[in-house]
């Protein structure tokens, strides 16, 4: 349990902080306000039609490029509420190498 509870500090305090450099730099608008750390089962992230950003706290637990790509999929759906072709295409524009890094992910599990 106190593992849990210090990686979960941890990602309250970092994965904001990089999700918002992240918007920043790539020109998506994002309320603070609506990110959440969760401890999902199965998701690394979602974002709702509200607005709301869930990240999971396992995201700490893996090299930066790949929950940055998390990070960055979650803002692209901002722009996109789905997975169209357009956002697949605008991913890989700010992501490089999306689908290997999507498919790298496969290699980690998001919970404890």
């Not at 593992?3 to 500090?9: G, H, Y």
């Given at each position: 349990?106190?593992?849990?509870?210090?990686?979960?500090?941890?990602?309250?305090?970092?994965l904001p902080h990089r999700l918002y450099q992240l918007a920043l730099r790539f020109g998506f608008q994002i309320d603070v306000k609506k990110i959440r750390i969760n401890h999902a089962k199965s998701r690394w992230g979602s974002r709702s039609s509200n607005g709301t950003i869930s990240l999971?706290?396992?995201?700490?637990?893996?090299?930066?490029?790949?929950?940055?790509?998390?990070?960055l999929h979650e803002l692209n759906h901002?722009?996109?509420?789905?997975?169209?072709a357009a956002f697949?295409?605008?991913l890989e524009r700010i992501?490089?190498?999306?689908?290997?890094?999507?498919?790298?992910?496969?290699?980690?599990?998001?919970?404890?």
């Open positions: 349990r106190g593992a849990a509870t210090a990686l979960r500090q941890e990602a309250e305090a970092y999971n706290l396992m995201l700490m637990m893996m090299p930066t490029e790949l929950s940055d790509y998390v990070l901002i722009k996109h509420m789905d997975h169209s697949w295409a605008d992501c490089p190498q999306a689908k290997r890094k999507r498919d790298a992910l496969k290699a980690y599990t998001p919970y404890l």
